[in-house]
């Protein structure tokens, strides 16, 4: 069971992952409907994983997954995309996530995705 932070601006999205996550037995520590919020709940939490949507307004995802990365390396950061987002994928895997699920996702894709990130 790993601790998870979930950051997305939709709020449907952030309940159907905390649905399949709590699911699969983890614990949802925080939750947060923007990147600067997530990057302080981040500090503020230390979770062991983060699912990060990368469209989001004020602050995007992957630069909040840099700012996670600068303040630890080791951090396990999940993007979560619409399809069609090849190279916005590729840049958040060379900024340092461990993996991506697109939207709509499926519950066994989360939940697979989750333990390759966390293994």
Known sequence: ???ILIVDDSAVSR???RKILETA???IIGEAGDGAVGLKKYQDLSPDLVTMDITMPDVDG???LKNI???NPAAKVVMITALG???TILEALNAGAKNYITKPFANDQV???IAEALA
């Open 85 to 87: 987002k090849g190279s």
């Open 69 to 71: 990365i600068k303040v």
């Open 111 to 113: 939940i697979t995705t």
């Open 15 to 17: 309940k159907k992952l």
């Open 1 to 3: 069971m790993a601790k």
């Open 62 to 64: 992957i630069t909040v």
């Open 25 to 27: 037995n983890h614990e």
